[in-house]
């Protein structure tokens, strides 16, 4: 069975600070990976998508990178705000589901 | 719609009475995953539709839970019997297939089994 893990489970930086996000998965065999962050008492919001096929993709501040025979993923924030403070979770497809992590508990202190 | 939408976004219901969630995929989107998140916890997978077809249900607790899926489009959560053990946030997501494309999800139904 898949198992997702993401370290650290909570990270506090000062504002301005660039950051990196781990994330890792046990079974190599994956559609795709995908970013989400959550804020409290809400839904997921889609942040970036890498296809099993692909090294990273970069959206705005923030990079993603794959390496799935590893299995592993990082998420990079650049030059961190205090709007980025919430939850980050990865997920990875198999087919018929996503398997997520337990995330991580991000704050950006003014 | 703009995105998944999902009701009632709150439902507070007696031990032992039946709940119906709604999920109004994003048109045009032909999967669809119901998840679960109990108080700080993770997300929980329970069913995936791929057009009106469930080929994953290996996620439902028990036999209290059922899903179904009509016109590829609404997707409905039927909790029979509802224990304190169901309260949790209730997500859907849809995709406009599984597994190459990017998953958007609904705000939730947060259930509260008093």
Known sequence: ?110 | GAGVSQSPSNKVTEKGKDVELRCDPISGHTALYWYRQRLGQGLEFLIYFQGNSAPDKSGLPSDRFSAERTGESVSTLTIQRTQQEDSAVYLCASSRDRGRNEAFFGQGTRLTVV
């Open chain 1, 1 to 110: 069975k898949q198992e997702v893990t993401q370290i650290p489970a909570a990270l506090s930086v000062p504002e301005g600070e660039n950051l990196v996000l781990n994330c890792s998965f046990t079974d190599s065999a994956i559609y795709n990976l995908q970013w989400f962050r959550q804020d409290p008492g809400k839904g997921l919001t889609s942040l970036l998508l890498i296809q099993s096929s692909q090294r990273e993709q970069t959206s705005g501040r923030l990079n993603a990178s794959l390496d799935k025979s590893s299995g592993r993923s990082t998420l990079y924030i650049a030059a961190s705000q205090p709007g980025d403070s919430a939850t980050y979770l990865c997920a990875v497809h198999t087919g018929n589901q996503f398997y997520f992590g337990t995330g991580t508990s991000l704050t950006v202190i003014p």
